[in-house]
């Protein structure tokens, strides 16, 4: 996994300093659980303390302080055979029943307070669930970040349980061209809900460290697609939220 090695732990820091120091607010999905059947990999962070997972959780809490908020992404983000961030798991077939689709998000709620890390929203894996896993969720989270459905897929939709489904009307970062978000950022309507993802495991190709004399000095290299999402963010004005400033 990219998240494993001190070096990319180091750089993912590198990448939240660049967040704040431009201030601008961040939200980072995380998957409490990390399960690769076929190589035999199940790292679960409430039984293992081996020093990536210290670095790990380490990264989490620096995130946290850089003005980021967290939230969970599944549970292990897979089902059966399939590794985790590849496979779906709340789905009509994976995990349909109540007390399935109940012990998925307990599961990652229990991982998130053992370990002490504040979760403020819910985003199902690939935005798989079902209407009725939806609505389990909303009885733990008021805030889920995918679309509440295919017709409301770029617009905000508040249930009459005061729950916010919150989408990503810029989709996301494909084939590591940035170039279509930032053109709707300059053509944008005004009020407009300007979500995104970008997986910040491509981000490690564009950061250096420079580490000599215990020194931590990191540098993006200038065809960084963060740092050209930073840019196109501020020049055009946005104010960058949590899910939870929606409440203010």
């Not at 590849?86 to 991982?111: C, F, P, Q, W």
């Not at 970040?145 to 017709?151: S, V």
Request: hydrophobic content about 30%; cysteine-free; aromatic content about 14%.
């Amino acid at each position: 996994s990219s998240f494993e090695s001190t070096i990319s732990q180091a750089k993912f820091k590198a990448m939240a300093d660049s967040l704040y120091k431009n201030e601008l607010k961040f939200n980072v999905t995380w998957i409490p659980r990390y399960v690769y059947p076929e190589q035999k990999i199940d790292n679960d962070l409430t039984a293992s303390d081996s020093f990536s997972n210290i670095g790990f959780i380490n990264m989490l809490d620096y995130l946290i302080n850089s003005n980021g908020q967290i939230g969970l992404h599944g549970y292990t983000h897979q089902a059966g055979d399939t590794s985790s961030a590849v496979g779906s798991e709340l789905t009509k077939d994976d995990n349909s029943t109540d007390a399935e689709t109940r012990k998925v998000i307990e599961s990652a709620i229990y991982t998130a307070n053992y370990l002490n890390i504040p979760v403020h929203f819910f985003e199902s894996p690939h935005y798989h669930a079902t209407t009725n896993q939806k609505s389990i969720i909303g009885e733990y989270f008021q805030y889920q970040y995918e679309p509440y459905n295919i017709f409301k897929y770029t617009a905000l939709e508040q249930t009459s349980n005061e729950n916010l489904f919150i989408p990503t009307p810029l989709s996301y970062v494909k084939n590591r061209d940035a170039s279509s978000i930032l053109k709707k950022l300059e053509s944008s309507p005004p009020n407009f809900l300007a979500s995104m993802f970008y997986h910040p495991s491509i981000e490690l190709d564009y950061i250096t460290l420079n580490t000599t004399n215990n020194l931590f000095e990191p540098t993006f290299t200038k065809d960084s697609i963060l740092q050209q999402l930073i840019e196109g963010f501020k020049s055009n004005n946005y104010t960058t939220i949590h899910p939870t400033d929606f409440n203010n």
